[in-house]
């Protein structure tokens, strides 16, 4: 039976697991957006938090993902279940993308532009809003491109605490010696990918200053 | 216009030192008066100090040592947003917002004063035939004009809410000498209809002598003269005369004033 014919026939249980799938990258993105970009904002505002902010990022980026699902396996409440625990761990890898370019975002606008719009009388936050965010958008959405694109892959690990997902297939097909199982997770996981990829690409084209 | 304060400077430099953190120094006690009404040109080359007193006037940057006063008030003591409000600013190559059609350009500060739509409307049409631009420009976005419409945008800008002073920061430099002279001569007969208080910062001595009331040199961050252009050209001091030699301008220069 190859790895087509193993789809067809439960493609039920596919599409639970890729559902699954979406979920955990989806919330965990999400969340990652409504901390990592204020984070990103807040850097620029007060330069002294941002070594601490980034370097702290940095070095969540460094741990390895099965240990970091180890280690935060005690926290109370998230613990307490699988997918939560999931979330938080692809939250937490997604920030520093986030954070790094909308600083870098941010830091990137025109100077002379900036200058102008302070010179005008603009208060920080109409800087913020109507000037350095719009002209950022760009570079912050690819940050999101970036981070979404690493949590897909990342969520199949999820699978090995109990989380679901794809990785689902790639951990029994691992423990069957199984290459079409292990095909069966791989290739849904890797059109999620790119579907991300190309659509966040295309909107971050749409949304970039021209 | 005939109210006492008319007699006060608009802005003053009160011994005013500028220096960076590490010490080193931009600005040398500086003392300075503008009045109102005038077009006071702030001459020097690169580094000599010309941008950082402009700059220091809507508080970009703040004084050292020293006091800046505008309208008799220190700009400390200052709400800085409504300073900087009152007070035009143009820079090279206009600093628009690119993201921003003309007429969100130039109705910018209007919009943050929280005009009515229309009178802002209203204000962006009066504002583009000021400065001798199509009506139809105003739709469309910095990067589909040309450099000296860009300019005139920018100057349109500045003059948004009607305030009683004009910074401009080298604002015709980036231009071609044809659309630079056109520009400066429209400068010239804006500002007699205007009579704002103008500081006007350039290395181009012919612009100066043009455009200027009075020209204040400046060199190494400090200021060597105030001169009328006509006591420029004729001045013995060795500064102000090795400008002039290094342009080679002969004296008509200045005889095209008055005549735009």
Not at chain 1, 9 to 16: K, R
Not at chain 2, 161 to 188: K, N, S, V, Y
Request: hydrophobic share 50%; net charge neutral.
């Amino acid at each position: 039976m190859n790895v087509w014919q193993f789809m067809l026939q439960n493609h039920t249980e596919v599409l639970e697991l890729t559902v699954e799938h979406l979920w955990l990258v989806g919330v965990s993105t999400l969340l990652a957006v409504l901390i990592g970009i204020p984070l990103g904002i807040l850097i620029t505002r007060w330069p002294a938090l941002n070594k601490p902010v980034l370097g702290g990022a940095n070095i969540i980026q460094t741990i390895p993902s099965l240990a970091l699902f180890g280690f935060l396996l005690p926290a109370p409440w998230i613990g307490a279940r699988a997918d939560r625990l999931a979330i938080l761990a692809l939250t937490l890898y997604a920030l520093l993308p986030l954070i790094r370019n909308t600083y870098t975002g941010i830091k990137g606008v025109d100077r002379a532009v900036v200058e102008a719009a302070r010179g005008m009388g603009m208060t920080d936050g109409q800087l913020l809003w109507q000037v350095e965010l719009p002209l950022a958008l760009g570079v912050i959405i690819a940050g999101v491109r970036v981070a979404t694109v690493i949590s897909v892959g990342l969520a199949t690990i999820a699978a090995a605490i109990g989380a679901g997902g794809l990785g689902e297939y790639i951990f029994r097909g691992l423990a069957m010696v199984n290459n079409q199982l292990i095909l069966a997770g791989a290739i849904p996981a890797a059109v999620l990918a790119l579907l991300a990829d190309v659509s966040l690409g295309w909107l971050e084209k749409r949304l970039a200053p021209r | 216009m005939d109210t006492p304060s008319d007699n006060r400077p608009a802005i003053e430099f009160h011994n005013v030192c500028y220096r960076f953190d590490n010490g080193q120094t931009l600005l040398h006690e500086l003392d300075l008066e503008i009045r109102r009404g005038e077009t006071l040109v702030l001459l020097g080359r690169s580094g000599s100090g010309k941008t950082t007193s402009l700059k220091l006037i809507n508080h970009l940057l703040v004084p050292s040592e020293g006091d800046v006063r505008v309208d008799g008030r220190s700009t400390r003591d200052w709400d800085v947003i409504r300073l900087r409000r009152m007070i035009g600013y143009v820079i090279q190559e206009g600093g628009l917002f690119p993201h921003f059609t003309v007429a969100r350009n130039i109705g910018l500060v209007p919009q943050i004063e929280d005009w009515p739509a229309a009178r802002i409307q209203q204000r962006v049409q009066e504002l583009l035939q000021l400065v001798g631009l199509d009506a139809q420009l105003a739709s469309r976005y910095p990067r589909e004009l040309s450099g000296g419409q860009r300019q005139r945008i920018g100057v349109a800008r500045a003059l948004a809410a009607d305030p009683p002073i004009l910074l401009m920061d080298e604002p015709f430099g980036a231009l071609d000498p044809i659309t630079r002279a056109e520009l400066q001569r429209e400068f010239l007969a804006l500002q007699q209809r205007l009579r704002k208080t103008v500081v006007f910062v350039t290395h181009d001595l012919r612009e100066a002598l043009l455009l200027g009331t009075r020209i204040a040199l400046m060199e190494a961050g400090r200021l060597v003269v105030v001169h009328t252009p006509d006591e420029f050209v004729n001045s013995s001091q060795p500064l102000v005369a090795a400008y002039v030699d290094a342009f080679g301008t002969d004296s008509n220069a200045t005889g095209k004033r008055g005549h735009s």
